[in-house]
Every structure is written in structure tokens, then in C-alpha cells.
């Protein structure tokens, strides 16, 4: 491509986003902006781990604990519209039967002694995405065709939390068919981000980042396929850990099938999303305490020999070049690692990711397995896309747009050049895999721009990659909290590594942890 009809394009690339950002901005200039109120009781400020530890010492009571989150629950679920199917009757008889347990153990019995190993989380309260069951509730995934389904058994890791002492409070809103950066659907409808009512809180884990963040819940399960954990986590300003492929057994969550096939396995997690950094090691070894004592995830780690590489966004005509609040937030993620832990830094480009969005869509083609438009019938059928289509336009659709453009997608692509594509691909995964291998871990961007308005990534979907790029390549990914900008929105960045290095990227994000200050109350910014 010769200099002048690439400065072209670049130019158009740059004033296209320039004018939706424009439009977005003006029509949503007069809608009232609201952010949940400040949290007040001190129950709500306290990590998972320190709640355990006071249910355990008997300075908390489980029903108190219980009754603290719904009453939070039902302050802020009318601005946020995140939980959709409470369990809040069944959480309390939970609650008294802890602390009815509690009441008449033996406080030097070894019972009560090994009550932090044998149910580490006893009467903590956690919530979960709307597409992970739990026996008794319905699981809609925000999808007409399933508003009467009823799971008729815990997925694994929801069992392994409850057999932890943990108790369900409810499930959160997500994008139809949990397969898009915006958490809406014509069940539940849409659901807002927790600093500001206007925009989007991400998808597919949205109402979870988004209930977490707004103090309705402490520690909750989100699921990753391409940044469905590190995207709501980014934009409400939580810890989402995108953990080691495998690492937490995925069964139990729906649609089923859904992640066979293809390299749809490979790239599909599910993951710990919390407030506070130390519950996040804490829920990874209660779903696979064998391996996380393999990783040695609470083990110390001297972080001066640690290379940091960074990369300062991705340069593509399809996506939005990196807003400057991220890029500053980035660059002193970079100088505190450097500064103040003695680490070694390194600017570095994979000029490959620019063909990230296609990387993703490639790797999800499953062929032989269901389709978008089977499972936006439960499988009863299959969705006729074009005519829905036109009734979206019309606002007569059932299906959100982008359950619509996602089936289009999948149905009609063709990749003329999809050989090639592959070759990149791999070749970028061998290289990511090599820098990362020993002692480095990759610096990168939460996503190119902070929360934007509701609707606005139907215009900018190729941003999805600064997210779905790390599942495509197969590498373990924390989105960390940097603090809000000027506006009052969050920021943060991700911590990469190779695979297997989960124990690595904690320990960096415990640093960074202490350097923002983590997760910043709603209600501390712009009113």
C-alpha cells in the first residue's frame, strides 16, 4: 500500500471515530448522569477474606453479612439493573444455618481449627453471570427462548464455592447469549455502568463487573471467551483474572456445547471478578487448590529480575487509537514496576495485532457445531438472521443487533485470505509465547478507551481485541484498576504472561494494587 492511500485511510479511520465518539457525546449530553450512592456500611469494605475470617471469629454474624448486601443490593439494582435473578429468601436460611453451625462448634475443636481449609469462604455471599447454573434457578442467558429454564444442577465451580461455605445471592445480567461487549438483552433489558448511568459497563460478565463494583457483591464468577471477564472488570474499575486455560472447571456453564469445537475450547475461561485483590487466589484455589499449590500461587516472588515488556495500543484503521487516559495510566503502571520494584521495562510492537479481530472471529468457527442462530432458539430451530434483521431496525426483534451481527457473521463469512491469517497467527503466538516464557510478563492496555455510551461499540467492535487478542494467543490475562480519570471513570491495565504464569501476574498486580489504590468507591467522583 503506497504512503499516500495509506495516509488516506488513516485520516478517514481517525475522523470516523472522531464523529461517533461526536454523536455519542451529543445525544447523550441532556440524559442525567447517575452514579450509585457512596456505600456506608463499613460490612460492605471488607474483602471476602477478612469476612470469612470475622464470620469464623464470631465478630460478624453470616445473616448480618446477608442482609448487609441486599439491603445494597436493592439501593443500587434500580440505577444499575445488574442482578436479575435474586435468591435472596433462600441466602438467608444459608446465613442462619451458619451461623447456627458456628454457634455450637467447639472453638478448640479441630472442626473449628480447620475451618479455614475446609470451608475457607463460611457464609460469604457470592453472585455469578447469567449463562452459569445454579441448581433450582433459572438460567436465561439473556435469551427469550430460555426465560423458563431451570438448571437442574450447580455448575462445578458453583458447587465447589458452596461447598466452600459460599452462598448465592443471585445472577447477573448478560449480553444475549453471553457473545458481545455489552451486557443488554429483551430479557432483563440493559444494564449501567455503576459511575455513570449512560454508559456501558461490558459484556458479557456487565452486570456482574458492574454489581461487584457498586458494593452489591463481594466476589462473583465471570467467563471469558474474549474479554468478557477483563472488559466489565476494566470498565467498573474491579480485578478480573482471566486465568490459565483450564485452570477452573467450565462445566455447567451454557449455552452447552457452546465452547466444543474448534479453538473455541482453548480460548474460553472462567474466572474469579472481585473488589479486592486478595479474594482473587482465594476462589482460584478453591476451584483448583491442586494446581494453584502447583503455581504456587501464595508464594512470595522477588520481582527484580522480572522483565516488563509494554506495548502502548494497538495501530489499526479498524480500531480506536488508545484514549490518553489509558495511555498515561499505562505509562505509570510502567514507571512504578520500574522504580519501585526494580524491574526492567521494554517498549515493544506487535504489528500483527492489527489483524486481531480477525484472529478471534477465525478462531471461533466451529463447523459441525451450533450456531449462533440455533442457540438463539435453545436449539429449537434456527433464527432467520436477515428477517430479524429487519425487524431490529424496526424495533420489532426479539434478538439484539448484536446477536443478530454476530449470526451474520458467522453464517456468511469468508476468508479469502483466511490461510495467511492463520500463518500470522501462529507465528505472533510463537513469538508472545517465547518473550513471555521466563521471568516477563506484558504490559498492555485495559481496552482503548474508557467506558463508552451505551450502544457506541456497535460502531467501534473491533476494539474487542485489545481483550479477545490474549484468548486467541492462549495467554493468561489480569485486568487491574488504575484509578478514574477526570470524568470519574475507571481506568486500568492488563497484566500478561505465559501461560502457567498465574502466580506472576498477582504478584505484579499486587504492586499495582498498592500503587492506584484498587477498587475506587462509586460516588467518590463527578455528580
Known amino acids: 500500500m503506497n504512503h499516500f492511500i495509506y495516509a488516506l485511510l488513516r485520516a478517514t479511520s481517525y475522523l470516523y471515530f472522531m464523529l461517533v465518539n461526536a454523536v455519542f457525546t451529543v445525544l447523550n449530553f441532556f440524559k442525567p448522569r447517575h452514579i450509585v450512592p457512596r456505600p456506608t456500611n463499613r460490612i460492605l469494605f471488607l474483602s471476602a477474606t477478612k469476612l470469612a475470617e470475622k464470620i469464623r471469629d464470631g465478630e460478624l454474624k453470616s445473616l448480618e453479612v446477608i442482609n448487609a448486601y441486599i439491603a445494597r443490593i436493592e439501593e443500587v439494582n434500580g440505577i444499575i439493573n445488574a442482578m436479575v435473578y435474586p435468591n435472596f429468601d433462600n441466602a438467608r436460611k444459608e446465613a442462619e444455618s451458619v451461623d447456627q453451625f458456628l454457634g455450637g462448634l467447639d472453638k478448640n475443636s479441630d472442626d473449628f481449627k480447620n475451618l479455614q481449609n475446609t470451608k475457607p469462604i463460611l457464609g460469604v455471599p457470592f453472585t455469578l453471570k447469567d449463562c452459569i447454573k445454579v441448581k433450582g434457578m433459572k438460567c436465561s442467558i439473556g435469551v427469550p427462548a430460555r426465560v423458563n429454564f431451570v438448571a437442574d444442577e450447580d455448575a462445578v465451580f458453583v458447587k465447589q464455592l458452596k461447598d466452600a461455605g459460599g452462598i448465592v445471592l443471585g445472577t447477573t445480567n448478560v449480553s444475549e447469549l453471553a457473545m458481545w461487549m455489552e451486557s443488554n438483552n429483551h430479557v432483563h433489558g440493559i444494564t449501567n455502568n455503576p459511575y455513570d448511568s449512560r454508559r456501558n459497563p461490558g459484556g458479557s460478565s456487565g452486570g456482574e463487573g458492574a454489581l461487584i463494583a457498586a458494593a452489591g457483591s463481594v466476589i462473583g464468577i465471570g467467563s471469558d471467551i474474549g474479554g468478557s471477564i477483563r472488559m466489565p472488570s476494566f470498565f467498573s474499575g474491579i480485578f478480573g483474572f482471566k486465568n490459565t486455560q483450564f485452570l477452573i472447571d467450565r462445566t455447567g456453564h451454557e449455552p452447552e456445547g457452546f465452547t466444543e469445537g474448534g479453538l473455541r475450547n482453548e480460548m474460553h475461561v472462567v474466572g474469579p471478578m472481585c473488589r479486592y485483590i486478595e479474594d482473587i487466589p482465594l476462589m482460584m484455589k478453591i476451584g483448583n487448590p491442586e494446581k494453584c499449590k502447583e503455581l504456587k500461587i501464595d508464594e512470595p516472588l522477588d520481582l527484580s529480575n522480572i522483565r516488563v515488556y509494554y506495548m502502548e495500543g494497538i495501530d489499526s484503521?479498524?480500531?480506536?487509537?488508545?484514549?490518553?487516559?489509558?495511555?498515561?495510566?499505562?505509562?505509570?503502571?510502567?514507571?512504578?514496576?520500574?522504580?519501585?520494584?526494580?524491574?526492567?521495562?521494554?517498549?515493544?510492537?506487535?504489528?500483527?495485532?492489527?489483524?486481531?479481530?480477525?484472529?478471534?472471529?477465525?478462531?471461533?468457527?466451529?463447523?459441525?457445531?451450533?450456531?449462533?442462530?440455533?442457540?438463539?432458539?435453545?436449539?429449537?430451530?434456527?433464527?432467520?438472521?436477515?428477517?430479524?434483521?429487519?425487524?431490529?431496525?424496526?424495533?420489532?426483534?426479539?434478538?439484539?443487533?448484536?446477536?443478530?451481527?454476530?449470526?451474520?457473521?458467522?453464517?456468511?463469512?469468508?476468508?479469502?485470505?483466511?490461510?495467511?491469517?492463520?500463518?500470522?497467527?501462529?507465528?505472533?503466538?510463537?513469538?508472545?509465547?517465547?518473550?513471555?516464557?521466563?521471568?516477563?510478563?506484558?504490559?498492555?492496555?485495559?481496552?482503548?478507551?474508557?467506558?463508552?455510551?451505551?450502544h457506541q461499540a456497535l460502531w467501534t467492535g473491533c476494539n474487542i481485541s485489545y481483550t479477545s487478542i490474549f484468548n486467541s494467543m492462549g495467554l493468561p490475562s489480569f485486568a487491574v484498576p488504575t484509578g478514574l480519570n477526570k470524568?470519574?471513570?475507571?481506568?486500568?491495565?492488563?497484566?500478561?504472561?505465559?501461560?502457567?504464569?498465574?502466580?506472576?501476574?498477582?504478584?505484579?498486580?499486587?504492586?499495582?494494587?498498592?500503587?492506584?489504590?484498587?477498587?475506587?468507591?462509586?460516588?467518590?467522583?463527578?455528580?
Open 317 to 454: 484503521l479498524v480500531m480506536e487509537p488508545l484514549h490518553c487516559d489509558i495511555m498515561e495510566k499505562l505509562r505509570k503502571s510502567v514507571h512504578y514496576l520500574e522504580s519501585e520494584c526494580q524491574m526492567t521495562s521494554f517498549k515493544v510492537d506487535f504489528p500483527e495485532m492489527k489483524s486481531g479481530f480477525g484472529f478471534w472471529v477465525t478462531d471461533l468457527e466451529a463447523p459441525g457445531r451450533p450456531s449462533f442462530a440455533q442457540m438463539a432458539t435453545n436449539f429449537h430451530g434456527e433464527v432467520n438472521l436477515l428477517s430479524e434483521l429487519g425487524k431490529n431496525l424496526i424495533g420489532r426483534s426479539e434478538h439484539t443487533m448484536a446477536v443478530i451481527i454476530g449470526g451474520l457473521i458467522e453464517k456468511f463469512s469468508i476468508h479469502s485470505d483466511e490461510k495467511e491469517l492463520r500463518r500470522i497467527h501462529e507465528k505472533m503466538r510463537t513469538e508472545l509465547h517465547s518473550l513471555l516464557a521466563e521471568n516477563a510478563v506484558l504490559l498492555f492496555p485495559g481496552f482503548s478507551f474508557p467506558a463508552q455510551f451505551h
Open 487 to 527: 470524568e470519574g471513570l475507571p481506568t486500568g491495565v492488563q497484566v500478561v504472561g505465559a501461560p502457567n504464569s498465574d502466580a506472576l501476574l498477582l504478584a505484579v498486580g499486587r504492586k499495582l494494587d498498592k500503587a492506584f489504590g484498587g477498587w475506587t468507591a462509586p460516588g467518590l467522583g463527578l455528580h
